[in-house]
């Protein structure tokens, strides 16, 4: 695992509602193998909203340069001024296992959300949210995760003040190019259809299309519905129609423009005025990075980001006597030295995978994602290497 990225969205908690279902469906998604973890990150974000308000966000990452530690969000007024921060920690797996959000009073960082997540081997198995509340942390939601083959259910629990009583239930279904998130909601001691989310999936696994349905008993009614138009593995544009009972009308159109290795670099928020034209507007814009392995969200009407590969940040400057290839590895990995006696494969926690007396190492078990290479020579000298398996 080379950086595992979870964050509520860069508006600051006090302007944005938790969207839970988004979260559920990263955190799904992610086990089907739909999103994967990335060694390209973003290093900076700024965006503006419409009126000129001005943001940025500033990603920071731990002294191997391998995890992020926090994200800080600035609005510019007559300068930049602190907003909110997301600090991480993590198990010695490399799992986040509490998420805080804190925003800024002025003087000094408050803590005002908290999420606490639970594993079961490589899956998150249940995560707990709490706001900080005159002076303590309150219960607010917990998400319990069960996976079975291609069905996936989250179950939703709200906190009544003295327990957790089941409020939503999100089920996922696979089949071959196609995901539905049905959500439904307790009442009457039944679960109740509420909305239909219908993905639909191209041959590189891409999510092409959404559409949103509400239920309106008996039936599943269109809501809205988002296309992604994609070249050359990245998506240009995507559109979002509403329905009017008879048709699809437009309502917002992104636009993106990337950088030679699959990132976008620069985003924007077109809305539709109802008669024949585009005006700039504000709206969540989605914008991926490494080849769609990833995307962040931000609110706005344009977006720029910089990013930063961490297997290039902080290499050791000293020269080195062990050349190791192909960077990154796929099947197998070559080690080239002098008096080579052994060479140890770690986790970026220390956790040793796997041990060769022999100059080459076969990687193909191993999770994509950045690791720790070291070789010993005949005398019992080391030498440390971060690899790249993919």
Not at 324 to 339: K, M, R, S
């Amino acid at each position: 695992m080379a950086v595992l990225v979870m964050a509520f969205g860069n508006l600051g908690f006090a302007q944005s509602k938790m969207d839970l279902k988004t979260m559920s469906r990263e955190i799904v998604f992610k086990q089907m193998g739909i999103s994967r973890d990335s060694y390209i990150v973003p290093q900076q974000a700024n965006y503006s909203e419409s009126d000129g308000i001005q943001h940025r966000t500033t990603y920071y990452y731990d002294e191997s340069e391998l995890y992020l530690n926090e994200e800080i969000t600035e609005t510019y007024w007559d300068s930049w001024q602190n907003e909110s921060r997301i600090s991480y920690e993590y198990d010695f797996n490399g799992n986040v296992y509490e998420m805080l959000g804190q925003e800024w009073n002025g003087t000094s960082w408050e803590d005002a959300i908290r999420v606490s997540y639970s594993y079961d081997g490589d899956f998150i198995s249940e995560d707990i949210y709490q706001y900080y509340i005159d002076g303590q942390w309150v219960n607010v939601i917990k998400e319990v995760y069960n996976y079975n083959g291609d069905d996936w259910t989250v179950l939703v629990w709200e906190w009544n003040g003295t327990t957790w009583t089941s409020s939503v239930l999100n089920t996922y279904t696979r089949d071959d190019f196609t995901i539905v998130h049905v959500m439904q909601y307790m009442e009457g001691g039944a679960w109740q259809n509420d909305e239909k989310y219908t993905y639909t999936l191209d041959f590189d696994e891409n999510v092409t299309d959404i559409l949103w349905q509400v239920w309106d008993d008996p039936n599943w009614v269109n809501f809205e519905k988002t296309t992604y138009i994609f070249d050359n593995g990245v998506y240009t544009d995507q559109y979002v129609q509403m329905w009017d009972d008879s048709d699809w009308l437009e309502n917002f159109h992104y636009t993106f423009e990337y950088d030679g290795l699959g990132n976008a670099k620069h985003g924007n928020c077109l809305e539709y005025d109802g008669v024949d034209t585009w005006v700039p507007s504000d709206g969540d814009i989605d914008m991926a990075y490494d080849y769609n392995a990833k995307t962040k969200s931000f609110y706005g009407s344009q977006v720029d980001i910089v990013y930063v590969d961490l297997t290039q940040v902080n290499e050791n400057a000293q020269t080195t006597n062990v050349k190791v290839y192909p960077v990154p590895a796929e099947n197998e990995l070559f080690i080239q030295t002098e008096d080579f006696q052994k060479a140890e494969i770690y986790s970026v926690t220390g956790q040793k995978l796997m041990e060769s007396a022999m100059e080459k190492m076969n990687v193909s078990s191993l999770s994509q994602g950045v690791y720790l290479l070291k070789v010993y020579d005949q005398s019992g000298n080391s030498e440390t290497q971060r690899i790249v398996v993919k």
